[in-house]
């Protein structure tokens, strides 16, 4: 993406020379440009960024100010809230922001709506707070879906599925994807059994999955 970056635009050289820093800032299902809906700032400035024409996030020099973690507050958008450290000029941050149980899923999206709880014994306690993320597999074992979700105070999540070109994911016979949930919490991972998702569609697991059975 550096070839697309910016502040390098000819048109803009009098701009440039005022750029302290940049961040292109996108949906992690989607890889859109999130222009709208998030408050970003940059700890250290007390200006807000500029949106360019390419929709990338710019940060002015401010006399000898200096920049600390780009911070994304997600507000309704749907998008977990995050920060990120900057990135030296030339070059520029790329955010990728993970989806909440609120978020809308385009048509074609691979993903999993679910439920994460305590344990199948006594009162229904969700786990809140719980980094969870797909794992799809191949010739070579698991490996991690790019995206990291958290589960919410009710212990709901939705976790995203993006292969890359590149990637050969296993499936099984009926055409569905071998995955499996990979979480972790207060240090602590665990991952579930193998489940089938229906690649290109957003599949809503009606039996809540269990820490307590989780596999270490």
């Known amino acids: ?14 701009f440039v020379r005022r750029v302290l820093l940049a961040a292109e800032i996108v949906d992690g299902v989607t890889l859109r440009p999130v ?12 200006q807000r960024p500029r949106i ?4 990338f996030y710019v940060w002015l020099e401010e006399g000898d100010r200096q920049a600390g973690d780009i911070v994304v507050e997600a507000l309704h ?16 941050v790329r955010i990728e922001l993970t ?12 993903a999993l709506r679910a439920t994460l709880r305590e344990s199948l014994f006594g009162p229904s306690v ?35 599925l993006r292969l890359a070109a590149a990637d050969e994911a296993r499936s099984l016979p009926n055409g569905d994807l071998a995955v499996r949930l990979k979480v972790e919490r207060d240090g602590v991972v665990r991952t579930s059994d193998e489940i089938p998702l229906r690649q290109g569609a957003v599949s809503a697991w009606r ?7 989780l596999l270490p």
């Open 99 to 110: 989806p909440t149980p609120r978020y809308r899923f385009t048509t074609g999206a691979t």
């Open 126 to 160: 969700p786990v809140a707070n719980a980094r969870i993320r797909l794992q799809w597999s191949d010739d070579n074992g698991w490996n991690d879906a790019r995206l990291v979700s958290i589960s919410a105070a009710n212990g709901d999540f939705a976790v995203a």
């Open 52 to 55: 360019n024409a390419s929709g």
């Open 77 to 92: 958008s749907g998008f977990e809230s995050t920060q990120a450290a900057p990135t030296a000029l030339p070059g520029h």
């Open 35 to 46: 222009t709208s809906g998030i408050r970003v700032s940059a700890s250290g400035l007390r």
């Open 207 to 213: 039996q809540a999955f269990i820490w307590d059975e």
């Open 1 to 14: 993406m550096a070839d697309r970056f910016p502040v390098s635009e000819p048109l803009e050289i009098g």
